[in-house]
C-alpha cells in the first residue's frame, strides 16, 4: 500500500546482497535444487518416458556406423563379397533418416515438458512473491527480485531449452559406446576408456570453481540490475544534486566488477575445456598404439581396430560436448539455488489457522497496549493503549520518527505486534483473514502508485465489475473529477508509466477516489494524503470528505495540522509513546506539545516570526 518501513533499502540497496529469511543464506545441495526442478516437471512424465524411449532408439541407431564399418572390413572388403557389401551399406544409410526423425521427436517433446515446467516455475515464483510481506519488500531491492524473473530464469531456459538435451542424449550416447565397446573386445575397451577416469578427476576439479564463478556473476548482475533501478528511480535527485559524476563512477565500478567476474568465469572454463581437449588427443594415440599391439598379437582384428578408433572418437564427442554445457549448467544451478532460496523464504505475516469474522456495521479499531519494533531491540512503539470509537475521526500528529506511519501498518497488518493486538470490534487482526482485513481497513499512501493503463484503470484497479457511474462518482467525491476532465481523453487518458504525466497531488486524489470507490464502508486511513496538495486542493478534498467521513471510523496522519481541526480527537506522538490527547481546542488551552507545534506552523504559514 506504499506504507515506508523503517528497514527499506536505502542508497546502499543497490549493493546489498538478497536477504533469506531471518537474515541468513541457507546453503542448498544439487538434489534439492534437482528436488525443486523435478517438482515442476513431474506432471510431465508420460512425455518424459517417451522422450527416454526414442532416446534409447537413437543411441542404438548412432551405434550401428562403426559396428557396420567393422563387419565391411572384416567380411566382403577381404572376401570380395559385393552383394554383402551392397546390403551393409544401405543399413549404414537407413540409419541416417531414422536417426534424423527419432532426434527430431525427443527433442521436440523434451523441449516443450521444460517449456511448460519454466511457464509453471514462472506462475509459482511469481504468487510466491506475492505473498510476501511489507517486511520482505522492505529488505529486498527490486533490482533482485526482477533478476530472478529475468537472468535466472533465462538460465534454466537455456538449460531445459538447450543444455539438458545435449546432456541427456550425450550421457546415454557414452553409457551405449561403453557397453558396447567392453562386449566387442574389453580389451581394447579398457585401452579406450583408460583417460576417461582423468576426465573425471579434472571435471570435479573445475566443478566447484565453475560454479563458484557462475555464482558471482549472477549476484553481481542482480547488484548491477539493482544499481542501474535506483539510480534511475531517482534520477529527479542525481540532476537536481548534480550527482552525475556519482553515478557514473559508481556505474563504472559495477561494470568493471561485473567484466572481471566474467572473465575469472571464462578463465576456469578455458582451462577445463583445454584439457579435456588434450586429453582427447592422448586418449586417440593410446588407442593406436593399443590397437596396432592388439593386431601384432591377433587378439583385434583390421575392422575392430577402425571400429574402436570410431567408437573412441564418439566417446570423446558426448565428454566435449558436455563440457561445453558444463558452464552452462552451473550457472542454471546457481540461478536454480538462488529461486529455490526465494522459494523457501515463508513471509511473517500469514492466513490464521483458524479465521474469526467482523459483522458488517460500525468499526471500532483499539490499538491494545502494543509494542512494535522494525528491528529487535529498536522498538518504534511503545505501549499505546488507544480506543478509536466507530463513527469517529482521529488525527494522530507528531514528528517524523513518532510511529505515525507504523500503526497505520499495524492496523492493516502488514506488520505484527511485537507484544499486545490490535483489533477491530474486539477481533485481533491476527485472526481475520487478510483479504477480508483488508476491505475492513483502507490506507491512502503518502506516494500513491500509478499502474500503466488508463485513469479508469488505476480507479478501478482493472476490476471490470465496477461501474462509469460508481467510478465518476468517487472521482467527484474526492474532487478528483475535475483535473481529469481536463486531460485528454478524461478517464480514458494513458497514464505514463508510474504516473509519470500527473502531479504528486493528483496521483493523491486518485488514490483517494480509489480507497472510496473499492471498500467504501471500510475504516479510513489517510496516511499524510494531503501533504502534497496545494491549499486550494486541500480546501476541496476537506470538503469532499465532509461528508464521506462523517459517521465512518477515520485515522487521519498528518504533519500539517490545519488539516486535523476538526478531527473528533487528536493524538500526539513522541517517540512512540502517546503524550497528548483531546480536541484541538482542549490541546490548545493546554498549550503543550500540540499547542507549540500549531503555533509554529501557524506563524510559518502566516509569515510572522516564533
Excluded at 568493471?256 to 568465469?265: A, F, G, P, W
Excluded at 593410446?286 to 598379437?297: D, E, F, I, S
Excluded at 518504534?380 to 497505520?408: F, M, N, Q
Excluded at 474532487?479 to 476532465?485: G, H, L, V
Amino acid at each position: 500500500m506504499g506504507l515506508s518501513g523503517r528497514g527499506a533499502a536505502g542508497g546502499g540497496g543497490a549493493r546489498a546482497l538478497e536477504q533469506e529469511q531471518g537474515g541468513e543464506r541457507v546453503k542448498l545441495t544439487d538434489s534439492d535444487l534437482l528436488w525443486m526442478l523435478a517438482r515442476f516437471i513431474r506432471p510431465y512424465w508420460l512425455q518424459l518416458g517417451v522422450v527416454f524411449f526414442l532416446l534409447i532408439l537413437v543411441t542404438m541407431l548412432s551405434l550401428l556406423p562403426p559396428y557396420l564399418t567393422q563387419l565391411a572390413v572384416d567380411g566382403p572388403l577381404q572376401t570380395g563379397d559385393q552383394d554383402q557389401l551392397i546390403s551393409l551399406a544401405l543399413i549404414f544409410f537407413a540409419t541416417i533418416p531414422a536417426t534424423f526423425a527419432l532426434q527430431f521427436g525427443y527433442i521436440y517433446l523434451l523441449q516443450t515438458v521444460g517449456q511448460n515446467a519454466l511457464m509453471n516455475l514462472r506462475q509459482v515464483l511469481f504468487e510466491h512473491i506475492l505473498r510476501q510481506d511489507m517486511r520482505y519488500f522492505n529488505r529486498t531491492p527490486v533490482g533482485q527480485i526482477v533478476s530472478r524473473f529475468s537472468n535466472d530464469i533465462d538460465a534454466l531456459t537455456e538449460l531445459f531449452s538447450t543444455s539438458i538435451v545435449m546432456v541427456a542424449s550425450n550421457l546415454v550416447t557414452l553409457m551405449g559406446l561403453i557397453a558396447v565397446m567392453l562386449a566387442l573386445n574389453w580389451r581394447l575397451a579398457l585401452i579406450s576408456l583408460s583417460v576417461l577416469p582423468v576426465m573425471a578427476l579434472i571435471t570435479a576439479f573445475f566443478r566447484s570453481r565453475i560454479r563458484e564463478a557462475s555464482s558471482d556473476v549472477h549476484r553481481s548482475v542482480a547488484e548491477f540490475l539493482a544499481y542501474i533501478n535506483e539510480q534511475f528511480n531517482g534520477m529527479l535527485i542525481v540532476q537536481l544534486f548534480g550527482r552525475q559524476q556519482d553515478s557514473r563512477e559508481g556505474f563504472d565500478r559495477l561494470n568493471s566488477e561485473y567484466r572481471s567476474i566474467h572473465m575469472v568465469l571464462r578463465d576456469q572454463y578455458t582451462w577445463f575445456s583445454s584439457s579435456l581437449q588434450l586429453l582427447t588427443s592422448v586418449g586417440l594415440a593410446v588407442v593406436l598404439y593399443g590397437g596396432g599391439q592388439g593386431l601384432l598379437a591377433e587378439w583385434a582384428t583390421l575392422g575392430m581396430v577402425i571400429a574402436f578408433i570410431q567408437y573412441t572418437r564418439r566417446s570423446f564427442t558426448p565428454i566435449l560436448l558436455l563440457s561445453e554445457q558444463f558452464s552452462q549448467i552451473q550457472t542454471a544451478l546457481s540461478a536454480g539455488e538462488r529461486i529455490a532460496r526465494t522459494l523457501r523464504v515463508e513471509p511473517e505475516i500469514v492466513e490464521p489457522e483458524v479465521t474469526q469474522d467482523v459483522a458488517d456495521g460500525p468499526l471500532t479499531a483499539h490499538f491494545d497496549h502494543i509494542e512494535f519494533g522494525y528491528e529487535a531491540g529498536n522498538p518504534v512503539i511503545r505501549g499505546i493503549d488507544l480506543e478509536i470509537p466507530a463513527g469517529k475521526t482521529y488525527a494522530i500528529v507528531g514528528a517524523t520518527g513518532a510511529g505515525k506511519t507504523s500503526l497505520a501498518g499495524l492496523l492493516a497488518r502488514f506488520y505484527d505486534v511485537n507484544d499486545g493486538a490490535v483489533r477491530i470490534n474486539g477481533v485481533d487482526v491476527r485472526h481475520l483473514s487478510l483479504t477480508r482485513l483488508r476491505q475492513l481497513v483502507t490506507v491512502v499512501p503518502q506516494s500513491p502508485y500509478c499502474f500503466n493503463g488508463t485513469v479508469a484503470d488505476n480507479l478501478r484497479l482493472f476490476d471490470d465489475s465496477i461501474t462509469d457511474e460508481d467510478m465518476r462518482r468517487a472521482a467527484e467525491t474526492a474532487r478528483a473529477a475535475p483535473f481529469i476532465e481536463r486531460l485528454s481523453g478524461g478517464y480514458d487518458h494513458v497514464l505514463l508509466p508510474g504516473g509519470g504525466d500527473l502531479s504528486q497531488g493528483q496521483r493523491q486524489l486518485l488514490a483517494l477516489a480509489r480507497a472510496l470507490l473499492h471498500n467504501p464502508q471500510s475504516i479510513l486511513v489517510l496516511d499524510e494524503a494531503t501533504s502534497s496538495i496545494d491549499t486550494e486542493t486541500e480546501h476541496l478534498i476537506q470538503e469532499g470528505l465532509h461528508n464521506v467521513l462523517k459517521g465512518r471510523t477515520s485515522i487521519i496522519i498528518a504533519h500539517r495540522l490545519s488539516t486535523v481541526r476538526d478531527a473528533d480527537q487528536i493524538i500526539v506522538l513522541r517517540r512512540g509513546r502517546i503524550i497528548e490527547q483531546g480536541s484541538h481546542d482542549d490541546l490548545l488551552r493546554s498549550e503543550g506539545a500540540y499547542a507549540r507545534l500549531y503555533n509554529s506552523q501557524f506563524a510559518e504559514s502566516t509569515g510572522e516570526s516564533k
